[in-house]
């Protein structure tokens, strides 16, 4: 496990399922994208059917990454991240093992 | 449980319950939200009769999020959050289980 | 327990004895307060008879609010907490339980 | 252990390998380096084959430095950092012991 | 124990050594101490040999605190803070009890 990182493009949002995924996820980064563009990117999180929530708002050339502090664990519910403005958002942050509750086969 | 978000309006204050939510809430961060609105905007909690104190204070244009760091645990005093300014504040974190020091139906 | 606020006025220091407290305080987050002054303001803490130390600096209309993160538990030294400026800065954390070492009648 | 550091110069990239290392990385900062140099610097993070990853995107004399979080343990993959842009990337944090679940000879 | 500040001028390093401390140290913040100086402040760490690696870059009148996440413990080796520019920079953080592995005589 270790680093985890995702580009997200403006128009093309993307699906995280933490189940999916090797371990919980703390994502801690937003940085903006390289391009020309100099309106602002917000990047969004929406789960299910709710309203987007703003994750972030990046400037070009003013404020240009902003560190997040969030987790998806083992049970959570499925989100999507969404880009608008001209430019794509990198979110980075690490993976953990999930707990372990009912530990049959660790070897 | 997982991501956890909620779009305070201007003039429209959010009571939050802790003991009336499913998990303990780390609130993390601020966004300010879409608007034309330039002044700045300034999103506060209130605990019962006291003075509502700022969480942070969002300029459009030059910093519009900002990291926080609260914690609202299932015995805590209910809190109303309120936003002053032109514009909405997306506030996000998530959401872990509270602890269960007497876990008679844990299923 | 749970949320935690502090408006500390410029002039008038804010004395903090974590021992009078009901739990172990994070301090978070500081954000400027309301008023027209434009120069900066910043929060200092001492300790003892030793020169203040900032804690931060904000700056009217570009930077008013700045993350922290220090603790003040049960044991620690008491401290003041005050503001040199033209406005109040607003402090902001969370409290949780100390440490119980010695639960005796924890009901 | 303790203390830990980084330079990272444009155009050359190190690579980092946690099981490598003495402990659990916790890399916690990013800061423009020295130089007359104008233009943004970023840096990224690759695995692998994988395209790199931006961690944070820094502004001379707008901001130059950045918080990070994120984390190198034992068992995670092997990354690289590198800058693009004028200046270096100063990275700093700390190190501490990895878990050690078969402590056969610790002295 | 608790809060910890210390405030580092130009030209005079300050030597830190962990094992003298009275706690495990999390430094969390730096802060653009006073001073009519325009150019910004550097403040660097450095251990043994090597180069000092820069911690934070401060700037008057536009971003003059930045919060860290450093942690100095027990077993640490000593470094040596010190800062280039016009200006000192005050360092906070807070001081916990060291894991006491063997509490022979803890009072």
């Known amino acids: ?10 128009g093309k949002p993307q699906p995280y399922s933490p189940q999916n995924e090797q371990g919980k996820l703390h994502l801690t980064q937003a940085t903006l994208g ?6 602002k990117s917000v990047i969004q999180c929406s789960v299910g059917d709710k309203k987007p929530i703003y994750l972030c708002s990046l400037l070009p050339n003013k404020n240009e990454c902003c560190p997040l502090n969030l987790e998806f664990d083992d049970g959570d519910e499925p ?14 942050g690490y993976l ?6 009912y530990d049959e086969d660790d070897d």
């Open 1 to 10: 496990m270790g680093f985890w990182g995702l580009e997200v493009k403006p």
């Open 34 to 39: 390289a391009g020309l563009g100099n309106g």
């Open 79 to 92: 989100v999507e991240f969404s880009v608008t403005g001209d430019r794509s958002i990198h979110l980075t």
């Open 96 to 101: 953990e093992a999930f707990d372990e509750e």
